[in-house]
């Protein structure tokens, strides 16, 4: 069965520094997305990573997948109050499954 | 245009009712999910449907019974409300099943009483 462990769970950090977020999952797979949800909205894709040393970024956040640690970080970088929000990972474990998603890590970016 | 639609948006009821939660999607998706996201933000899924027809129920209690009419609606019927339905109900889509992205709709918030 997939797992999905995102690290932190909840982050507070200053504006202007950096700082990244773990996501590790237990099975082979070669394709990984990142959402952010702001309170109360819905859940907005981010990044959709498809293969083993892909990296994306748009912005301050930048993500990749090292699909042989089983792993993707998103980092972010000089961080501003817009980026505070919760950030879930997902992966999909093999052809007809659906994604399985981390628990979330919620961001606050405070003064 | 709204990709992934969902009606009403907050739902507020007493114990033991019966209520649905509309869904619809105008992407041309084969795929719709239902999605539970409790007060900790967790996100567990519920049902999945392709093309009409179910591919996952996860464990939720029958009471829950999704309904898609066509491969653009996936409808979620709750029987007899309990104080620990409450939640935010998330609809989504993708092209197909298979870990494709999904696209979510804005969400239901769900109030039991």
């Known amino acids: 069965e997939l797992k999905v462990e995102q690290n932190p769970l909840f982050l507070s950090m200053q504006e202007g520094k950096n700082y990244t977020i773990y996501c590790n999952y237990s099975?082979?797979?070669?394709?990984l997305y990142w959402y952010r949800q702001d309170p109360g909205k819905s859940l907005e894709s981010l990044f959709v990573?498809?293969?083993?040393?892909a990296v994306k970024q748009e912005g301050r956040l930048m993500a990749s997948l090292d699909t042989k640690a089983r792993l993707s970080t998103l980092h972010i970088t000089a961080a501003v109050h817009d980026l505070s929000a919760t950030y879930f990972c997902?992966?999909?474990?093999?052809?007809?499954?659906?994604?399985?998603f981390g628990k979330g890590t919620r961001l606050s970016v405070i003064a | 245009d709204t990709a992934v639609s969902q009606t009403p948006k907050y739902l507020v009821t007493q114990m033991g009712n019966d209520k649905s939660i509309k869904c619809e999607q105008n992407?041309?998706?084969?795929?719709m999910y239902w999605y539970k996201q409790d007060s900790k933000k967790f996100l567990k899924i519920m049902f999945s449907?392709?093309?009409?027809?179910?591919?996952i129920n996860e464990t939720v209690p029958n009471r829950f019974s999704p309904k898609s009419p066509d491969k653009a609606h996936l409808n979620l019927h709750i029987n007899s409300l309990e104080l620990g339905d409450s939640a935010v109900y998330f609809c989504?889509?993708?092209?197909?099943?298979?870990?494709?992205?999904?696209?979510f709709g804005p969400g239901t918030r769900l109030t039991v009483l």
């Open positions: 989504a889509s993708s092209q197909w099943t298979g870990g494709n992205e999904q696209f």
């Open positions: 099975t082979t797979s070669d394709r």
């Open positions: 990573l498809l293969s083993n040393g």
């Open positions: 997902a992966v999909v474990a093999s052809g007809n499954t659906p994604l399985v």
């Open positions: 992407l041309g998706h084969d795929t």
């Open positions: 449907y392709n093309n009409k027809e179910l591919i």
